[in-house]
């Protein structure tokens, strides 16, 4: 089984701070790493797919970078939307999430 | 307006059955693979099982153990997950998903509004 690690699993931050996520994966996906974000309450929403291309409708200071088994997703400038939880998954074989990253207003 | 709508869900003695549905509307639904992802409550997002456009292929986590049976009628617009011999740990909000490509468990572009199943005495 692949396994999926996301560190922090939860971050304090503010209005304006750049972000970084990571998730580090158990063997080599290419970019097969999607990004997610979660509100309470709330489905999940693409950010993210083939681990750098950015979703629909998805505002561009969201990013994501990495290949083989290390990935990470940055917010250039967090704003007031942004506090969420924030998932990674893999689906070069099935599918596996990470267990997800909390960012919390600081 | 696309959407997904599951429906279905329910509370369910250990050792039973439910089957859940998601409706989709407004996209080619034969043309995308579907997922089902589950949510533990408090818990973190786990997939569960994937379908093929098609549906000639089907995919499932390790835990379903044979439990479970992901399914669709394109005719209808509709996926199914069969959920036998169900347990207190799958006790989870269920969402359906649609997968931006026509393969398997790829990434989730559409979600639904999630069912809620209770595995309970």
């Known amino acids: 089984d692949i396994q999926m690690t996301q560190s922090p699993s939860t971050l304090s931050a503010s209005v304006g701070d750049r972000v970084t996520i990571t998730c580090r994966v158990s063997q080599s996906i290419s970019v097969w790493l ?13 950010l993210i797919y083939k681990a750098s ?54 | 307006e696309v959407q997904l709508l599951e429906s279905g869900g329910g509370l369910v003695q250990p050792g039973g059955s439910l089957r859940l549905s998601c409706a989709a509307s407004e996209f080619t639904f034969s043309s995308y693979g579907m ?14 099982s994937a379908t093929t456009s ?7 986590a390790d835990f379903v153990e044979g439990r479970f049976t992901i399914s669709r009628d ?39 509004q999630g069912t809620v199943v209770i595995v309970s005495p």
């Open chain 1, 34 to 46: 999607a990004w997610y974000q979660q509100k309470p309450g709330k489905a999940p929403k693409l």
């Open chain 1, 53 to 106: 291309s950015l979703g629909s409708g998805v505002p561009s200071r969201f990013s994501g970078s990495g290949s083989g088994t290390e990935f990470t997703l940055t917010i250039s400038s967090l704003q007031p939307d942004d506090f969420a939880t924030y998932y990674c998954q893999q689906y070069d074989i099935y599918s596996t999430f990470g267990q997800g990253t909390k960012v919390e207003i600081k």
């Open chain 2, 35 to 48: 997922s089902w992802v589950r949510q533990a409550p408090g818990k973190g997002l786990e997939w569960v």
């Open chain 2, 54 to 60: 098609s549906d000639n292929s089907k995919y499932y």
């Open chain 2, 74 to 112: 394109n005719s209808k617009n509709t996926l199914y997950l069969q959920m036998n011999s169900l347990r207190a740990e799958d006790t989870a909000i269920y969402y359906c998903a649609k997968d931006l490509y026509g393969g398997s468990a790829g990434p989730l572009d559409m979600w639904g």
